[in-house]
């Protein structure tokens, strides 16, 4: 069974609206990430948090927020959604406290904003 | 620039040829993680080799830290094997990924 799940699968979205990508990891780790992937760019970080209630800008995380309800659960919430936040986005996770631990990724979820 | 880099950006094999990928990192790295993903797929680990040399069937992966390097070996080519290899090093306090860019595999009859 799946260890890291994501939805929705995929989204489309217009320009402005408010989308919330969800993800859920059954793997027991601390560490949680959300990525982008995108044509020329590869994978790049946006947030990623390392314990519940808390969350730490990545490389990349202008125009969007991050939440943590729970050690399973990682949100990425794009308020104001552009065009230019159309890619595939990626959630993974890790063990806690052993920082270069193999990374597990969910199936993405495809965004189109229109 | 690309921390990163993959090379070849991409490459044609015929069934049962081998495959040599290689990944160069510009700085130094504590861990290095091999991804395959198919066309619209999700990413699948392959190997996670921080250092040193790892087997699983076919594939042989080697991370030579010093040297700031990782290869990917794929014997015995099979078309199945067709998609892109990521290769990605951990760096820092944070255990984030910094990722390549590619190669893309396609194995013909």
């Known amino acids: 069974e799946a260890a890291v799940t994501q939805s929705p699968r995929s989204k489309v979205a217009v320009t402005g609206g408010k989308v919330t990508l969800s993800c859920h990891q059954t793997n027991n780790h601390d560490y949680m990430y959300w990525y982008r992937q995108d044509t020329g760019h590869g994978l790049r970080l946006i947030h990623y948090s390392y314990v519940a209630d808390s969350t730490e800008k990545g490389d990349i995380p202008d125009g969007y927020k991050a939440s943590r309800p729970s050690q399973e659960n990682f949100s990425l919430i794009l308020e104001l959604a552009s065009l230019s936040q159309t890619a595939v986005y990626f959630c993974?996770?890790?063990?806690?406290?052993?920082?270069?631990?193999?990374?597990?990724f969910g199936p993405g979820t495809r965004l189109t904003v229109l | 620039g690309q921390q990163v880099q993959q090379s070849p950006t991409s490459l044609v094999l015929q069934e049962g040829e081998n495959a040599e990928l290689q990944c160069n990192f510009s700085t130094s790295l504590n861990s290095m993680q091999w991804f395959y993903q198919r066309p619209g797929g999700s990413l699948i680990s392959v190997f996670y080799n921080p250092s040193g040399t790892k087997q699983s069937g076919r594939l042989t992966s080697t991370t030579v830290i010093k040297e700031r390097r990782s290869s990917l070996h794929i014997s015995s080519s099979q078309i199945t094997d067709s998609g892109t290899y990521l290769c990605?090093?951990?760096?820092?306090?944070?255990?984030?990924?910094?990722f390549g860019l590619g190669t893309t595999l396609q194995v013909q009859p």
């Open positions: 990605a090093m951990g760096t820092g306090n944070t255990g984030k990924l910094i």
């Open positions: 993974a996770s890790s063990d806690w406290g052993v920082y270069y631990a193999e990374q597990f």
